[in-house]
């Protein structure tokens, strides 16, 4: 085996941690896969040799070109989005996709990387690294260019946000599928008074189109049932799956995939559904395996 085939053979073990630390930084896979590509990139323009500990120093600098994007992203956006729901990870509702799982296996579901989209870049990245990845804050210091102390306070701030929301869904898989399977079951059959039933008194429903139509974002059973309405009275017909390794939705209409549904259940009953709606985004789902 050649010095080149090593390389390449260390970096493919160190793979799916990356991703795992990318998908986290930026909500994005597109933008995951960019990031552990761009690390490649690096690692082939540095002497391999003079690397003590490949995984740590791939792990830094897939954080620090996240880090950048996130900076360019933020730029970019005359205004901060008032929605925005991220990439979902979709698996089939009965299996296990080993590559899902070493994305997922903090299981980070949707509602905890809402949170995280509203933290400032650094504070991200310093959570992320440290509250997920174990990451020293002298080693995250450096990376964001702050003082330990600095860097121990951005990750406090983002624990303290998260603590705030609330975005940890029901451990229990099995009560989440009854939940989640009662509420298709009473959409599709139009039975909305059954629907109300599921739905926790301060269940809140967002959603996310695209940039070409607003988001939305509805409080109350009565607003929710009055979507899942709207959304009976199209045709659209939902399917349980997992996403983000909880229990979720997606809907079809006219044979096209309509939306990705992440809901997190508590006490029984659903309390946050966050929907993702974008036709260019959805595009870039492949699931066949849920058609045949």
Not at 50 to 66: D, K, M, Q, S, Y
Not at 84 to 109: C, F, K, Q, R, Y
Not at 206 to 213: L, N, Q, S
Request: charged share 30%; with cysteine.
């Amino acid at each position: 085996m050649t010095d080149g085939d090593r390389i390449v053979e260390a970096f493919e073990e160190q793979r799916p941690h990356l991703r795992a630390v990318a998908y986290r930084m930026l909500g994005s896979t597109g933008e995951a896969d960019d990031a552990v590509q761009e690390a490649w990139l690096r690692l082939n323009r540095s002497d391999a040799a003079e690397i003590e500990n490949l995984g740590g120093w791939l792990t830094t600098v897939v954080a620090r070109i996240c880090l950048n994007m996130l900076r360019s992203r933020n730029s970019r956006r005359e205004e901060p989005l008032d929605i925005h729901v991220p990439d979902p990870i979709v698996a089939p509702i009965d299996e296990t996709d080993p590559e899902h799982e070493a994305l997922l296996a903090d299981s980070v579901g949707i509602a905890m990387l809402m949170v995280l989209e509203t933290l400032s870049p650094p504070e991200r990245l310093a959570f992320v690294l440290h509250d997920m990845f174990g990451v020293p804050f002298d080693e995250i210091a450096a990376i964001v260019d702050r003082s330990p102390d600095a860097a121990r306070q951005l990750a406090s701030r983002g624990r303290r946000r998260l603590r705030t929301a609330d975005p940890v869904p029901a451990p229990d898989l099995e009560e989440q599928r009854k939940v989640v399977e009662a509420f298709v079951a009473a959409a599709r059959e139009g039975d909305f008074d059954r629907l109300l039933e599921v739905l926790h008194p301060d269940v809140v429903l967002r959603g996310d189109f695209g940039p070409d139509r607003p988001a939305v974002e509805i409080h109350g059973p009565d607003a929710v049932v009055s979507q899942a309405r709207h959304f009976a009275a199209m045709g659209a017909r939902g399917h349980l799956v997992r996403v983000n390794g909880g229990v979720g939705t997606v809907a079809f209409l006219d044979g096209k995939l309509f939306s990705v549904g992440a809901m997190q259940v508590r006490e029984g009953r659903i309390v946050e559904v966050d929907f993702l709606s974008d036709p260019a985004r959805l595009a870039n789902l492949d699931l066949s395996w849920l058609a045949a």
